[in-house]
């Protein structure tokens, strides 16, 4: 009898074990054996999102621990985030940290369930039930908006719409933006600012790698010759960095259209600025003084400064926007800190289409997790949400919407480094064992939700590759998500 037991806890133990090394088959003599090697205790973390952060994460994880199984909650039926749909065309480069992400989810302690809308499919509390931590990963799905009147016009866009567009995020598909007009106008200086005006004004073969056929079709016919880029602040706080700007001033059949005035006394201060701020500067000054002696460019491109967006101006038909209104702001304080103050007066600029790129923004994702609304992140110290056990965070749901993907994965292996810190002094119970993906899996059952693993998705990805060779581009994106779940499970 005494023995019996023992045998079936044996057993319990091993099948605990084979879910963790991601084996279905039942084998209790070779199981055994494994035991031997491995912890009893099977460690099981779910995170939710696979963009950058969700696989940084992850991949810390696994190389940290041998007994921990990881696996990734995403809502698309595609893995990757930001590299798939934020990444420029003309970038392809960036999205070689693909080939990393694909290793860890390949992993034999990893899993990918694609298709899974955290927050509507199944709760957050449901998957602390069924896992020993829950890191939270889905980054920046929103965006900030300008508030003023007329935003809702045809012809403004938000930039992360506009991006989503071009790198067929599905629910952007039906954005088809008309470009038609001359003049564009794009709020914030950032770097995705710097993205979408050089998509609107690159030569068509640069962006010939992923970009969405049918935006290809579009910026063929674009009638779209003049991008300004409009800050609130002065020369000395653009938001963007050298390598973009650089790119901005090398485009081809472009010539740059700044205000000289805008850089007076710019240079006396060259000086005292922290080493990247000067060399961005001291590029900008340089592009000011080679302007005046351009040339028979067809396009052209220029910052605007100390402007803020006051009001959209409808043309004739009341329905479209024709021009936008700014207020002329000057600066108080000096240096990163300076802030915008509007002077009372007000300038108005004609253009056809109007892009604000002024942030993305983090947005609840369950009622019963902590949201910090003012500052749109989810409350943390070093990764922990704020006042609930078990719940983590990485990426810009947990820093906001800023930072390259070398941030992000920074910022994903100290949170790591925190789970994997509470592990070991006891702040998580792991003397439980969780049901992991079993339990959660039986859930989304009973919702009808029907999940893409990640060879699934490896389906999709070779018929995107075959797509894209018959237009000659390394791949061609599905835009549709039952499209995408069609292949997925053919
Ligand atoms: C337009 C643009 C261009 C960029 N270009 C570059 C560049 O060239 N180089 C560079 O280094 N950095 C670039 N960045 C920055 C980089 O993309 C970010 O640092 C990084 O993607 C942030 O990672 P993340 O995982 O936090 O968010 P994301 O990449 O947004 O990933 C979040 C994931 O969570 C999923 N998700 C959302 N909600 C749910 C839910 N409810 N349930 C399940 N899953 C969910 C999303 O579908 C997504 O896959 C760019 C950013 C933007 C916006
Ligand atoms: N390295 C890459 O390859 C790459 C490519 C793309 C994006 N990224 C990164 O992704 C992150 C997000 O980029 P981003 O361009 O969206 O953000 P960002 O760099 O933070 O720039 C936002 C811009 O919008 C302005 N802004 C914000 N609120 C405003 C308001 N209410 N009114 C007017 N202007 C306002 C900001 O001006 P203020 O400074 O005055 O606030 C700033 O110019 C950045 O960290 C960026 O570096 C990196
Ligand atoms: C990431 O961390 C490393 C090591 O601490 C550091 O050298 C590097 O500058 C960081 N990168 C970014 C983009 O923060």
Same mark, same amino acid.
């Given at each position: 009898?005494?023995?019996?037991?023992?045998?079936?806890?044996?057993?319990?133990?091993?099948?605990?074990?084979?879910?963790?090394?991601?084996?279905?088959?039942?084998?209790?003599?070779?199981?055994?054996?494994?035991?031997?090697?491995?912890?009893? #205790?099977?460690?099981?973390?779910?995170?939710?999102? +696979?963009? =950058?952060?969700?696989?940084?994460?992850?991949?810390?994880?696994?190389?940290?621990?041998? !007994?921990?199984?990881?696996?990734?909650?995403?809502?698309?039926?595609?893995?990757?985030?930001?590299?798939?749909?934020?990444?420029?065309?003309?970038?392809?480069?960036?999205?070689?940290?693909?080939? @990393?992400?694909?290793?860890? +989810?390949?992993?034999?302690?990893?899993?990918?369930?694609?298709?899974?809308?955290?927050?509507?499919?199944?709760?957050?509390?449901?998957?602390?039930?069924?896992?020993? %931590?829950?890191?939270?990963?889905?980054?920046?799905?929103?965006?900030?908006?300008?508030?003023? #009147?007329?935003?809702?016009?045809?012809?403004?866009?938000?930039?992360?719409?506009?991006?989503? /567009?071009?790198?067929?995020? =599905?629910?952007?598909?039906?954005?088809?933006?008309?470009?038609?007009?001359?003049?564009?106008?794009?709020?914030?200086?950032?770097? $995705?600012?710097?993205?979408?005006?050089?998509?609107?004004?690159?030569?068509?073969?640069?962006?010939? #790698?992923?970009?969405?056929?049918?935006?290809?079709? %579009?910026?063929?016919?674009?009638?779209?010759? &003049?991008?300004?880029?409009?800050?609130?602040?002065?020369?000395?706080?653009?938001?963007? #960095?050298?390598?973009?700007?650089?790119?901005?001033?090398?485009? =081809?059949?472009?010539?740059?259209?700044?205000?000289?005035?805008?850089?007076?006394?710019?240079?006396?201060?060259?000086?005292?600025?922290?080493?990247?701020?000067?060399?961005? @500067?001291?590029?900008?000054?340089?592009?000011?003084?080679? +302007?005046?002696?351009?040339? !028979?460019?067809?396009?052209?491109?220029?910052?605007?400064?100390?402007?803020?967006? $006051?009001?959209?101006?409808?043309?004739?038909?009341?329905?479209?926007?024709?021009?936008?209104?700014?207020?002329?702001?000057?600066?108080?304080? *000096?240096? !990163?800190?300076?802030?915008?103050?509007?002077?009372?007066? $007000?300038?108005?600029?004609?253009?056809?289409?109007?892009?604000?790129?002024?942030?993305?923004?983090?947005?609840?994702?369950?009622?019963?997790?902590?949201?910090?609304?003012?500052?749109?992140?989810? =409350?943390?110290?070093?990764? &922990?949400?704020?006042? @609930?056990?078990?719940?983590?965070? *990485?990426?810009?749901?947990?820093?906001?919407?800023?930072?390259?993907?070398?941030?992000?994965?920074?910022?994903?292996?100290?949170?790591?480094? @925190?789970?994997?810190?509470?592990?070991?002094?006891?702040?998580?119970?792991? *003397?439980?064992?969780?049901?992991?993906?079993?339990?959660?899996?039986?859930?989304?059952?009973?919702?009808?939700?029907?999940?893409?693993?990640?060879?699934? /998705?490896?389906?999709?990805?070779?018929?995107?590759?075959?797509?894209?060779?018959?237009?000659?581009?390394?791949?061609?994106?599905?835009?549709?998500?039952?499209?995408?779940?069609?292949?997925? /499970?053919?």
């Amino acid at each position: 009898m005494r023995n019996m037991k023992m045998h079936f806890a044996a057993i319990q133990r091993c099948l605990l074990v084979q879910q963790c090394m991601g084996t279905s088959s039942v084998n209790v003599f070779t199981s055994v054996r494994k035991l031997a090697s491995a912890t009893s #205790t099977c460690l099981k973390v779910c995170i939710v999102g +696979a963009g =950058p952060a969700g696989f940084y994460t992850a991949q810390h994880l696994l190389k940290s621990r041998t !007994d921990v199984q990881v696996d990734l909650y995403e809502r698309l039926p595609v893995p990757f985030g930001l590299v798939r749909f934020g990444v420029a065309p003309d970038h392809p480069e960036v999205k070689n940290v693909i080939n @990393t992400f694909t290793q860890t +989810a390949q992993h034999d302690r990893c899993s990918f369930y694609g298709n899974v809308n955290v927050g509507k499919d199944v709760s957050v509390q449901e998957l602390q039930q069924a896992y020993h %931590a829950v890191v939270l990963s889905y980054g920046a799905e929103g965006n900030r908006k300008m508030g003023v #009147t007329g935003e809702d016009l045809a012809g403004v866009y938000s930039a992360k719409d506009f991006v989503g /567009w071009y790198n067929g995020l =599905p629910c952007n598909k039906q954005l088809q933006p008309d470009l038609s007009c001359e003049t564009v106008v794009i709020l914030g200086q950032g770097n $995705v600012a710097l993205d979408v005006a050089r998509v609107l004004l690159s030569p068509l073969d640069i962006l010939k #790698t992923d970009i969405t056929q049918s935006a290809l079709q %579009a910026l063929e016919a674009s009638k779209v010759r &003049r991008v300004l880029v409009v800050g609130r602040r002065g020369p000395l706080q653009v938001a963007c #960095t050298i390598k973009f700007l650089r790119e901005m001033l090398n485009l =081809p059949d472009t010539r740059t259209e700044m205000l000289a005035s805008d850089f007076e006394g710019i240079s006396d201060t060259l000086k005292d600025l922290p080493r990247p701020r000067k060399r961005l @500067t001291e590029l900008m000054l340089k592009a000011v003084k080679e +302007a005046k002696e351009e040339t !028979d460019a067809r396009k052209r491109w220029g910052f605007r400064f100390l402007r803020s967006p $006051v009001e959209v101006l409808a043309g004739p038909d009341g329905a479209r926007a024709a021009a936008i209104r700014l207020a002329v702001n000057k600066l108080e304080g *000096s240096g !990163d800190a300076a802030r915008a103050v509007t002077t009372g007066q $007000v300038e108005d600029v004609e253009c056809g289409m109007i892009i604000s790129s002024i942030g993305y923004k983090s947005l609840p994702i369950d009622s019963s997790v902590p949201f910090d609304l003012k500052r749109a992140i989810l =409350p943390n110290n070093l990764g &922990r949400v704020q006042d @609930t056990s078990g719940l983590y965070c *990485s990426g810009w749901v947990k820093r906001g919407p800023t930072g390259v993907i070398a941030t992000t994965m920074n910022d994903s292996f100290d949170t790591a480094r @925190t789970l994997l810190q509470d592990m070991e002094s006891g702040v998580l119970d792991l *003397s439980v064992s969780k049901a992991g993906s079993g339990a959660i899996s039986a859930l989304l059952g009973s919702r009808g939700v029907r999940v893409v693993s990640f060879p699934e /998705w490896e389906k999709i990805n070779t018929e995107e590759v075959r797509r894209g060779e018959v237009n000659g581009k390394p791949r061609e994106k599905l835009l549709d998500v039952k499209e995408m779940l069609s292949v997925a /499970w053919s």
